[in-house]
């Protein structure tokens, strides 16, 4: 294993990690600090999958795969008197949705790669992080699954309540993930600057 492919590995794990200790606290009404630090793990993506192709971005995937399953078990363990911290439902709805994103993320850049160099990175994130809101919020929190865990009460996701704070009624978890949705779109923009500035340094061809 190549030292660069071990550093994607490092920076995944490091923001798979970071994201699970920040989605512990609020920012704002609908989001949570985690949302923030999330999406940088598309940027990790991204970054190995020009450097170095879609296999190396996989292995980096599957790692930071493994890394988040540790953290949904070691948040299983911790009781905050109410119930554990991480329910069975969110450790599915976090690992499903973070490993089939993140392998869209990788098939879709390297099917685009040839184009002009924003539009891999820039497309591939949005449609990875498009299913990963989908994903995760509709297993965790959605009525319609609660087979996946009857004992665990989200009913409280349910919550009728205007869009965001404004728009149409719709249940709380929608608005949570429109909320964290935005957020990624915007990270995902943000995120061009470092891809061009890593990659216009350590490659001549983009």
């Given at each position: 294993m190549?030292?660069?492919?071990?550093?994607?590995?490092?920076?995944m794990a490091a923001v798979v990690v970071l994201s699970n200790i920040l989605v512990q606290f609020l920012l704002g009404n609908w989001l949570t600090w985690g949302a923030i630090t999330y999406p940088f793990a598309f940027l990790v993506t991204d970054l190995m999958n020009r450097l170095h192709g879609p296999a190396a971005a996989r292995r980096v995937v599957v790692a930071g795969f493994a890394v988040g399953i540790a953290c949904s078990f070691v948040g299983t363990l911790i009781d905050l008197g109410t119930g554990p911290l991480v329910t069975l439902r969110i450790a599915i709805g976090s690992g499903t949705a973070f490993l089939v994103a993140q392998?869209?993320?990788?098939?879709?850049?390297?099917?685009?790669?040839?184009?002009?160099?924003?539009?891999?990175?820039?497309?591939?994130?949005?449609?990875?992080?498009?299913?990963?809101?989908?994903?995760?919020?509709?297993?965790a929190f959605s009525a319609s699954l609660t087979v996946l865990e009857p004992a665990n009460d989200v009913s409280w996701?349910?919550?009728?309540?205007?869009?965001i704070g404004k728009g149409p009624d719709v249940p709380l978890w929608v608005s949570l993930a429109v909320a964290d949705w935005m957020v990624?779109?915007?990270?995902?923009?943000i995120a061009l600057v470092p891809f061009r500035l890593i990659t216009s340094r350590l490659t001549q061809t983009i």
């Open positions: 190549s030292r660069d492919i071990r550093f994607g590995i490092g920076a392998l869209l993320d990788v098939a879709v850049f390297d099917r685009m790669r040839r184009r002009q160099w924003w539009q891999a990175p820039l497309v591939s994130s949005v449609a990875g992080s498009s299913l990963d809101t989908a994903l995760f919020f509709t297993i996701a349910g919550t009728i309540l205007p869009l990624k779109l915007t990270v995902a923009l």
